[in-house]
């Protein structure tokens, strides 16, 4: 919300109004609104202050491609989120599928940003980042895509925007967090619920974090099932597409359409299925609550409904169950346990609109003292959890106030000011690593307790040596991470 010419009296009135709505209680919907209210007529940015930026991975729309799904297509809107605020110039878009880098040009020249309608066109993400002119970079491609255009972005001096989740194994993870490192670029993941939703979020896990619920035995993530479907008809490739390109470096495969574009997310070829794309947010904010951001599990145990085995068929696991076990116990033991789930278990007590909640997160703590988050409320087992404001002293989160588009002026003051973002490349890399380790457990030792060394980041134990070959994936040439 931004103030304008509205009164201080009446612009706290009307976010107070706002955020109590949205189901926060008095004491934190004050402090949200006082943090809105300090954002809301912010010095405009001068001449030095201005960000040129590029989009890498635009995306589909039904203008271009009416038959495919777009729900969800995030490039763009990544892009636009970037080009609407001040001080922002896009100037460049890159696309593989030629009609969704026209369409995102024309996004840009109708909306005349930065007083220009220049903006260059490209399919080869190389070439735009020859644009020495250009500060930084969003990146909105497939998970595939994600470690060898931020590297490479980063190496050419941008700073990034990367859509979760950050890469498609831990290795890549963790050799983007250490580029990021030694070139000092600012490196924002996309997990916008630590910044947005009126800081439903953050309140769960500071309310966690200072004991509110005590000890925290279970922490459980409903996250949605993957979808059936397939085989799928081999097509020829839409006119306009590089579909080696798209396919980059990752092994040669049939054209169907539902591989690519928004559907890529239901093929571990290119991605991880729901625990790489809804796990990326709510295992992102379950390490957040735990103090979690630079550690991880210590085992791992998964299981799933078997998936499609016939070739061009959608091949995560339908559904499936996975446990994390912390080292967070009394001295140094087994402590609180991470469940990721396709869908609620039997019983299941948290309702959203009269209806059984199936995507959110429930923390568990002592004397059956629960709190329970998602997108559109928050919930405790006795509303005095919520109620009561923390004490002065408490744990806080950092803190950006919880608006629209909240996640992308974190970044580009960031930018500016060459602070950490509220996510960076370490955190964004710890969160990604929970989920790819889900993955491993469940695709190839179902059943099985794997142990993990979070320090290490390596596989221990038994089984360790079959389980690390699962930490990286070959990269098809010419493509190389180095």
Not at 311 to 339: D, I, K, M, Q
Not at 357 to 378: C, M, P, Q
Request: net charge positive.
């Amino acid at each position: 919300m931004k103030r304008g010419n509205m009164s201080r009296r009446g612009f706290l009135a009307n976010t107070l109004g706002a955020l109590t709505a949205a189901g926060l209680p008095l004491w934190y919907a004050q402090e949200v609104a006082a943090e809105a209210l300090a954002d809301a007529n912010p010095r405009p940015p001068g001449a030095n202050d201005r960000i040129v930026m590029g989009a890498i991975g635009t995306g589909t729309s039904r203008t271009t491609r009416p038959n495919m799904p777009v729900r969800g297509e995030r490039g763009v809107h990544i892009m636009q989120a970037a080009m609407s605020e001040t001080g922002v110039q896009m100037v460049a878009v890159c696309d593989v599928d030629r009609p969704n880098a026209q369409f995102a040009q024309n996004l840009v020249r109708n909306a005349a940003q930065g007083g220009s309608r220049e903006c260059a066109l490209h399919s080869d993400f190389r070439r735009l980042l020859e644009n020495r002119d250009i500060n930084a970079v969003t990146i909105g491609t497939p998970d595939h895509w994600h470690a060898l255009i931020a590297i490479a972005a980063m190496r050419a001096g941008k700073d990034v925007y990367c859509e979760k989740p950050m890469t498609l194994t831990i290795e890549e993870s963790k050799l983007v967090a250490r580029v990021a490192r030694e070139t000092r670029k600012i490196f924002q993941v996309g997990t916008q619920q630590r910044t947005e939703y009126a800081g439903r979020f953050r309140l769960a896990a500071e309310l966690v974090r200072n004991g509110r619920i005590g000890r925290v035995h279970r922490v459980t993530t409903l996250i949605g099932e993957n979808p059936r479907g397939g085989p799928f008809e081999v097509r020829p490739v839409f006119e306009g597409l590089d579909w080696s390109f798209w396919q980059g470096p990752t092994g040669p495969a049939d054209f169907v359409p539902q591989r690519c574009h928004y559907e890529f997310r239901w093929w571990y070829e290119y991605s991880g299925g729901k625990m790489t794309d809804w796990g990326a947010h709510h295992n992102d904010i379950a390490q957040w609550a735990l103090g979690m951001d630079e550690s991880g599990p210590v085992s791992i145990v998964g299981t799933g409904a078997a998936p499609a085995n016939q070739p061009n068929s959608y091949n995560c696991h339908p559904t499936f169950e996975v446990t994390y076990t912390y080292g967070n116990g009394p001295n140094g033991g087994a402590g609180t346990r991470l469940v990721c789930r396709s869908g609620p278990a039997a019983n299941w007590p948290i309702r959203e609109n009269n209806r059984v909640a199936g995507n959110g997160i429930l923390f568990e703590g002592e004397d059956n003292k629960w709190i329970w988050v998602s997108r559109s409320t928050i919930q405790a087992s006795d509303p005095m959890l919520l109620n009561e404001a923390l004490p002065a002293g408490a744990t806080r989160l950092p803190r950006v106030a919880g608006g629209r588009n909240e996640h992308m002026k974190n970044f580009l003051a960031c930018v500016r000011s060459r602070e950490q973002p509220i996510c960076h490349a370490g955190i964004g890399h710890r969160s990604v690593s929970v989920c790819h380790l889900g993955v491993i457990a469940t695709r190839f030792f179902p059943g099985e307790t794997l142990t993990w060394d979070p320090r290490e980041e390596r596989f221990a134990g038994q089984g360790a040596e079959a389980a690390n070959r699962h930490l990286s994936r070959a990269v098809r040439a010419p493509w190389r991470l180095e």
